[in-house]
């Protein structure tokens, strides 16, 4: 995925100036039918980062697509299910923003990158409400 930084632009007040782009690395596929079962799954697999067998960068991924599902009229998502994708994938977009700069981000190893766990477990929450 390609990240543009966007923020006001000093000297022109009322424009915005791009300050750098990065590109997340590409990672493994999560094979798992898109389902709510699945994305339980995946975020308890999350909680025990030693023994996952998916990476955060993965999950994230596996979430946005399992999001994009929910437009799939032959074949809908639970859109309270699609909604915990959804923030899972913005999570992730968030934190990378917001934890690391720019020149970092270039050269990131994104499937190094964990999200706090209690985001897991806050969305298993949900799920199971």
Avoid at 40 to 59: F, K
Avoid at 83 to 101: E, F, G, I, P, S
């Amino acid at each position: 995925m390609v990240q543009d930084n966007i923020q006001p632009d000093p000297e022109q007040p009322g424009r915005l100036q791009q300050t750098g782009m990065w590109t997340e690395t590409n990672c493994q596929v999560i094979d798992l039918p898109l389902t709510k079962e699945s994305l339980v799954l995946v975020l308890r697999s999350a909680l025990d980062a030693e023994q996952s067998p998916y990476t955060h960068q993965e999950i994230a991924w596996w979430a946005d697509n399992f999001h994009q599902a929910q437009f799939d009229y032959e074949n809908p998502v639970d859109e309270t299910v699609a909604d915990v994708a959804l923030d899972l994938h913005l999570q992730w977009q968030m934190y990378l923003d917001n934890t690391y700069t720019r020149e970092e981000l270039q050269n990131l190893d994104f499937s190094k990158v964990r999200l706090p766990a209690e985001y897991f477990s806050n969305w298993l929450e949900q799920l199971e409400a």
